[in-house]
């Protein structure tokens, strides 16, 4: 009987990851074009895009990717002028150094017309134009150490391909926190006059 509880309760966990998974796949996401794979990393051209962003007096993932979250997500969830709900994009930026920033892309339908003015005013919009960058991909569970290595071995990549860049790594985090499967995080850099 307690066999019978079991492969049920993995079962009903399976089927729930799988569910989560396909409803991850339909969030509306950053558009990009893959412009070149390399063995390691790719170079990606990504279509213009607005974002909500709050910048922290914190260093690294672990201490800030909570605060932030907490911060952005309130908003989407309607700590705004007018209590809208506002849908979830991916993936969830960071940006790391001396201080983090994350940002949310704000959806398609949205222009800095029709946004409701966050409560937090920590918060603000940024336009971010066409770029082009070299992304790596990992998979599992993100903490400071996997992205600082990621982040060593996409540096030397670009470093053997003689590309150029602006010396400053994101985090991309594709899956919300209890999607335990197919877990996407890339470590990504703009690069700099890159040649089409």
């Keep these: 009987m307690k066999a019978i509880i079991i492969i049920s309760i993995l079962l009903l966990i399976t089927v729930a990851q799988i569910f989560i998974s396909r409803s991850t796949q339909e969030t509306e996401q950053h558009n990009y074009k893959v412009i ?6 790719e170079i ?59 940002m949310f892309m704000v959806p398609k339908n949205y222009n800095l017309k029709n946004l409701p003015n966050p409560n937090n005013p920590k918060i603000v919009f940024e336009k971010q134009e066409e770029k082009i960058i070299a992304a790596i991909r990992f998979d599992g569970w993100a903490d400071d150490e996997k992205i600082e ?15 150029n860049y602006i010396n400053k790594f994101t985090f991309l985090g594709y899956n919300p926190p209890y999607e335990v ?16």
Excluded: C, H, Q, W
């Design 44 to 102: 990606r051209k990504y279509d213009p895009a607005l974002f909500s962003s709050v910048k922290l007096n914190k260093k690294g993932y672990k201490e800030s990717s909570s605060e932030g979250f907490g911060i952005l997500a309130g908003y989407i969830f309607g700590a705004n002028e007018t209590n809208e709900k506002i849908a979830m994009t991916s993936p969830v930026v960071m940006e790391l150094g001396d201080t983090s920033k994350m």
């Design 181 to 196: 499967m197919n877990r996407r995080n890339e470590v990504v850099v703009e690069l700099i006059d890159y040649k089409l």
């Design 36 to 41: 070149k794979k390399f063995d390691k990393f």
């Design 149 to 163: 290595k990621y982040k060593s071995i996409l540096m030397n990549e670009l470093v053997k391909e003689k590309l």
